[in-house]
């Protein structure tokens, strides 16, 4: 079966699984069905699993009129984000925040990593590798001797960093 991590990262240096949550539908397919029923406008046979409506889930991380908390957690869902050690109790205030408005019935993570947080483990960032069927977004590439090359940090950022920067890019306050 497939599962969630919880990754520990100190940033430029090296990460370490921390924390595996079993079947990986409890992580983003959560917020990823959330978004699509609150935020995005379905067209008959869509599937948000599919590349063009998955495309335009993740730019709805830019619009100020979805509450900023629910922007948080969708970045955090997607690849090479993390959230730094200062703001840990922020993140699980927004996973909390986000999950109030979820209709999710099925298996469910966010309560488990929001918890994780509260807890304030010991690493300057955390990050999610939301399902191991994937390869892990906090590894270098594969090559043909199936060994990864190291992993290039200036592809991961940071979650509120990221919202931070869009706010000041368009010179309003979310």
């Known amino acids: 079966m497939s599962c969630t991590t ?9 990460t370490d699984h921390v924390l595996e949550l079993r079947n990986s539908w409890g992580s983003a397919p959560v917020v990823w069905d959330s978004f699509y029923k609150l935020y995005m ?6 599937n948000y699993l599919l590349p063009d409506p998955m495309r335009r889930l993740y730019q709805l991380w ?17 690849d090479r984000l993390y959230v ?3 703001h840990y109790r922020r993140m699980a205030d927004d996973i909390e925040t986000f999950l109030k408005t979820s209709a999710w019935t099925g298996v469910n ?24 069927v ?10 043909e001797e ?6 290039d940090w200036s592809t991961a950022f940071e979650v509120y ?5 869009l706010k000041a890019e368009s010179g309003a306050t979310l």
Request: charged share 25%; with cysteine; aromatic share 12%.
């Open 6 to 14: 919880i990754v520990a990262l100190w940033p430029g240096e090296k």
């Open 41 to 46: 406008q379905p067209v008959p046979y869509d």
């Open 62 to 78: 830019k619009r100020p009129d979805i509450p900023e908390a629910a922007r948080a957690v969708l970045l955090l869902c997607a």
């Open 84 to 86: 730094s050690k200062l």
């Open 109 to 132: 993570h966010w309560p488990a990593i929001a918890q994780f947080l509260r807890d304030d483990p010991d690493y300057p960032a955390i990050g999610l590798w939301c399902t191991s």
């Open 134 to 143: 994937s390869d892990d977004p906090f590894e270098g590439e594969w090559n």
């Open 146 to 151: 199936k060994q990864a090359s190291p992993f």
């Open 161 to 165: 960093s990221e919202l931070e920067s």
